[in-house]
């Protein structure tokens, strides 16, 4: 693992995302002005300057210039040949140690195929994988585990997500015995797909807490501190959570405005405007602007893919929480874990 200075700063990809590079600069000031993160940006010199500049930053953010622009669309390979990409400058920062993590809003597969590529796999790691803890309604959070980052992944890597998964519950969350879940179509051992059904015997063997299979009920019970699952249901899943609470805030604003919405069979009207700003309150535990972004586990370096319609403040929220993960060696103690407990 690299050493880094804990005054080293926190590269933020300023071209990366849907609203890049306006909300993005934004949010690396705001990570500056109000967080205190020391950051640099990496992007087209003159564009970035100049968003610096409508903010009275100038002076405050290093910029480090790159010619090229991912596109969105791209999902991998094509990444890793732009050499001289915002993404590619910035991870190569982070390679030399003149930066403590990398933070973008870019196309997740693209991040995740250039962060391996320029930073490189920890020692025994197959691929990488998300990590995005999200409340319970138990009180606690589950660490949801891959969240797009490996779309295919193979038995064999499931059973490494589980162990940066449990690692990342304890080291991050705190949970002295993780409780790990695999995602499948139902609770009883042996269901599920021929991968889930492969990863189940695997995970049954490793030298972790368990549970066993659950179902995509069970995410956000407290059931489970780690859920693990492929790339791509991993995406949908948590696509699906951040949707549904958005849809049921639009509906509930819509019964109340009417004045006829019920709960329980009892009327919903004025009186009862305390519940819609709870419900929002609820809402925004899991609005991707709390939780800043997942975090890239498994590779030699600290990565965090924040969500492509992120505006400033997830930006800023991504900054901390990538520089609280790089300041606690986040990644050098995975690493050290999964050298002493390797997927079998």
Known sequence: MRDVPNASPVVVDAMGGDHGPAEIVRGAVQARREHGV???????????????????????????????????????AGAVRMAHSSLAVGLGLVRDGAGAAFVSAGSTGAVAACATDR??????????????????????????????????????????FALLGASYAQL???????????????????????????????????????????????????????????GFTGNVVLKNVEGTVRATLALLATEVGAGVGTVDGAGLGAQDAAGPEALRRVAGRYDPETHGGAALLGLTGTVVVAHGSSRASTIARACVVAHDLARGEVVARLGDRLAVRPAR
């Open 172 to 230: 991050v969350l705190g949970v002295a015995e993780p409780r790990v879940g695999l995602l499948s179509i139902g609770a009883e051992p042996g269901k599920g797909n021929r991968l889930t059904r492969r990863a189940e015997t695997l995970l049954r063997d490793l030298p972790l807490r368990f549970h066993g299979p659950v179902e995509g009920g069970d995410v956000l019970t407290g059931v489970a501190d780690v859920i693990v699952t492929d």
């Open 38 to 76: 020391p950051v640099v940006l990496t992007g087209r010199a003159g564009v970035v300057r100049a968003e610096l500049a409508r903010l009275g930053a100038v002076g405050e953010i290093d910029v480090a210039h790159a010619d090229d622009v991912v596109p969105m669309t791209e999902r991998g």
């Open 119 to 160: 930073l490189g796999p920890a020692p025994a790691v197959l691929r990488p994988a998300l990590a995005v803890a999200l409340p319970t309604t138990a009180g606690g959070a589950t660490v949801l585990i891959d969240a797009g980052a490996t779309v295919d992944p193979t038995p064999e890597m499931l059973a490494q």
